[in-house]
């Protein structure tokens, strides 16, 4: 058999195994066995040397042919492998939509936010806005202002997280122990009438039991203009008391003493627990103490530059994770802490 039946056979033999070749591996002991240094194409090649010049022109130009036309076929095989390796991929890999998702679990707010958020929407539904103010206060903010004189109990360093450093006046800075100040901000700021909640975390210095926490969180309220009277604070807080209890609670007002308003109230609501009968919740008075209220002092106003002839108000302030126990009946203070889920889900 001569040279060019050599490389014709090569040639048949090769298109035979390429088209019968299914891997990758296939194609590369082919492609070795005919191109690589010991291969039938390579060994044919190295014969040419002994060929008289005119044969050994002849040869190698269809040699060379041969070598162009199973390195192209070689390379196309090598494309619809890799084309068909994808495609099956993708075949095992497709998701069919029609199928029914996963039971994933979706999250929710926690019950302290879902608190705010109710509280927050029935105070807006009557003309409120919501203001925020800073977690870090100075004295006069958080005392002074709200007519909290020096020698008050409530500024004794046992009850406030006083921090090291002082403000850029030398004002010793404190973390607030209400949302009270807000209303001193809002007030410096806005001109009157003035609507507002301020909700936000409060600190005490305090020991965590069952009813306390040294971190907690609170709503300020505040209403400012002409003629208003207590009347209208008995009102707008009757009607958040209805709207987030239930229009059948029943509600009281007690006279109270804060130093920022004058007369002062604590507001009552019959105890959720017991209905009214007695509990230990309630320590058996069918009563649970909710906020307290009362009509802006003239002070503050003088604090603030607004004239207290000309202008009154009503100011209140309300713990959210008070009324979120008395409203699910939780009966420690710490379980919106801890992160229990078991606790948590049931919201």
């Not at 060019?4 to 002991?29: F, G, V, W």
């Not at 209208?232 to 007002?253: A, M, Q, W």
């Not at 078991?342 to 919201?347: M, T, W």
């Amino acid at each position: 058999m001569d040279i060019k039946e050599k490389l014709d056979q090569l040639k048949k033999d090769c298109l035979d195994k390429i088209s019968r070749a299914s891997t990758l591996d296939d194609i590369e002991a082919i492609r070795i066995g005919v191109l690589g240094r010991k291969g039938t194409l390579t060994d044919i090649l190295k014969s040419l040397s002994g060929m008289p010049v005119e044969e050994k022109k002849e040869v190698g130009k269809n040699a060379n042919l041969a070598k162009v036309e199973l390195e192209s076929l070689i390379e196309t095989k090598v494309k619809d492998i890799q084309k068909n390796k994808i495609s099956e991929k993708i075949e095992k890999e497709k998701v069919d939509t029609s199928l029914p998702p996963y039971p994933f679990e979706t999250g929710h707010y926690h019950p302290l936010r879902q608190t705010l958020n109710e509280i927050s929407q029935i105070f807006e539904e009557i003309g409120f806005k919501i203001e925020k103010g800073p977690e870090i206060e100075t004295e006069w903010f958080n005392f002074e202002a709200l007519n909290i004189p020096q020698d008050h109990p409530a500024r004794d360093v046992q009850d406030t997280f006083f921090l090291k450093d002082n403000g850029p006046n030398n004002e010793k800075l404190l973390l607030r122990t209400h949302t009270s100040p807000v209303q001193i901000h809002v007030m410096e700021k806005q001109k009157p009438p003035l609507k507002i909640i301020a909700p936000g975390r409060v600190f005490r210095n305090e020991a965590t039991d069952a009813t306390h926490s040294a971190v907690f969180h609170q709503i300020e309220g505040l209403a400012v203009d002409k003629k208003i009277t207590f009347s209208d604070l008995k009102g707008s807080l009757t009607y958040f008391i209805h709207r987030y209890f239930g229009s059948n609670v029943n509600l009281r007002f007690r006279p109270s003493h804060f130093q920022f308003t004058e007369p002062s109230a604590e507001v009552d609501i019959q105890c959720t627990i017991c209905k009214g009968k007695g509990c230990r919740v309630c320590k058996n008075s069918g009563w649970l103490e909710m906020l307290g209220c009362g009509m802006v002092h003239p002070n503050v106003f003088k604090a603030v530059k607004l004239d207290p002839e000309k202008y009154t108000g009503f100011a209140f302030g309300l713990g959210i994770e008070r009324l979120s126990m008395f409203k699910y009946g939780i009966e420690d203070i710490r379980l919106f802490y801890e992160n229990n889920l078991s606790f948590l889900k049931q919201f």
